[in-house]
């Protein structure tokens, strides 16, 4: 009992911590309420009971808009922060950066977002807003808690808060600001320990100017302005401040440091985020937070971390990056000359010299670091002295950002091509199709091996080829892509091991069907034997499964992550897929509609998209989403694969 006590302390030793000022305030607020001789005693038990209720409305608004950040957090540790993480590996993996980039991103999202940094910072944020409304309701005394005990007029609340001094204002202009910003960042995936410490000294640095301003126009008295239209002043003007989001003062700062420049005849070596095209001030702001002020830093930054701590798209980082290795490298005219011919980035300038073959790879074999051998244009380019141009080249190249951003940005133009997409085949005749039987009729025995129950070949007409591969899920249905739905019936084949002939399909008629998911359920004309089970649960990542494709076989593989919002090119529309398991395995045109089993033998996905090395699955929780208004399908048990048959025919003739 002892060490399960302990146990329990330590797992929620934090969250012990974050309730120990609700002491205070409970307790120390009901002693200065019914002790206090300043606060007019009340009449009889009525009067005492009204107190506390109304002590205990006081109470309960000053904690829960103390603990908001708490709560912000808890829901972002629970969730948002895993959802973010997968929306950022579906992109590596789409743009086909997953192998250089996977581990570093999963490796900062560690670091980043780690558990045991969020403690402290999120604490002195508690104890922050708690001292801050304490003193909001409080600065005059609890004597307010008397009155709204009498009336019952929540007014009395407001009236507490809007007769406080201008360090009031100033707090509560911070606790606005500190909560938008904070649910941004919730709702963005990036909120990390920093954003706490940066709401928490932002507060108090709020506070703090505020007691100063006030104190310093109050020894100053105008003979203009009365004295408490003075407060008013100070109260409306700190307020608005604390309420400034912090790109207009950058905004403000920037452009008054480059006034002071020209005037003083001071060079100025950085460049402003906001110069860069596509940078707006809130962007710039955000990336000023982690310490990225200009753009000269920029362009030395590990994209990695800043799709991490950003959570902006990982082609809008690169682009940005890419930008930064250019500017940095060249004067505001040399730019100018070079975004009028279209040139904006270092790897477009990197592309002109390629294509005029005035660039070449100049490293040794046995050197791993890759060196360019920049040639000199005969005529000047682009508007740019020619010796300009190569010198801005040769030092862009050698940047040590220029590579990585190389490789992705032609690693993202080679995805361009390949990003998931539907696995269906067009139609043809039976006896144009003898190769494809061949190949199906070699996959059978795999399938039929691992226990393949309820796996069917689907065809648009009776006598073609197979078009894509489907699943029985009950006796009179089954489940396919919804790529072989468009004339709203199909034919379907189950598999037999020795098929002496290939008989007539069975035929389906269109029963629903779900773009989100891209499956489409057909109710057959016949009825099976036999069917697959779905798994009730969604399969977490590193589940072995098998990929039963009619057209690849049986394929092993392990559940890399379930995604979110999964882009999928469907002919010359892109489409998305609302909630996906990503795989690691190959599948072929035709293994759309493939049957996903874990170990068990149990339908845990169904492959709707496939890329090179990759494929796209929707999890039992879409199917089962499709399948609900035909329930019991899919909830009955099935014959196991030794004594079942299909009742319809079986697979391609070898």
Known sequence: MATKATRWLRANKWTLIWCLPLIPLWFGGYWVLLADPTIAEPSGPVGVGNLIIAGAVVFALITLLSYAPILILKSFLRSEKRRAEEAALTELT?????????????????????????????TLALLTFFTGWGFAFFHNGADFIAVFSVDGKLVRLVESISSGPPVSFAFLGSYFFAVQLLLRRYLGGDLGPGAFLYVTVRTWAVVILAVVLDTLLRATPLQSVAADQLGAVIAGTVFVGALTPPVLLQLITTASLRRLNRRLGAPTDETSLTALPGMNPWKAARLAEEGIDNVQNL????????????????????????????????????RTELGRHGIRSAFGLYLAFQQDDLIADARPRSDPVRRYHVKQPATDLFGVDAGTLRNILTGVVHAPNFEVIRQMREQALRSAGEMFQTMERPPSTAAADVADSAAIASVLDQILSLGGTGVMLVRATPG??????????????????I????????????????PAHDPTPIAGSLAARDESSRLALFELEEPVESYAQIEESDPGPGTIVSVLGGYSGVQRSEVLRIATDVQVLAGDRRVKVDRAILLAVSVSPGDGGAPVVDEKGRLVGIVVAGAPDAAVAVPPSAISRLLAGHAPI?????????????????????
């Open 94 to 122: 789409q743009q086909g950066w997953a192998a250089p980039l996977r581990e570093r991103v999963e490796r900062w999202y560690r670091t980043v977002f780690d558990e045991d940094r969020y403690p402290i910072p999120a």
């Open 299 to 334: 362009a030395m930054e590990d994209p990695s971390r800043l799709v991490v701590v950003t959570r902006e798209g990982g082609l809008r980082i690169l682009d940005w990056i890419d930008q930064a290795l250019l500017w940095t490298a060249c004067s505001e005219d040399d």
């Open 464 to 481: 073609s080829a197979p078009t894509a591969t489907g699943v029985a899920v009950d006796k009179r249905f089954a489940l396919t892509v």
């Open 483 to 498: 790529d072989a739905a468009e004339a709203g019936r199909a034919w379907f084949s189950g598999l037999v091991s020795t």
């Open 634 to 654: 899919g909830q009955g048990s099935r014959p196991h694969p030794s004594r079942a048959r299909p009742a319809a025919a079986g697979a391609e003739g070898r």
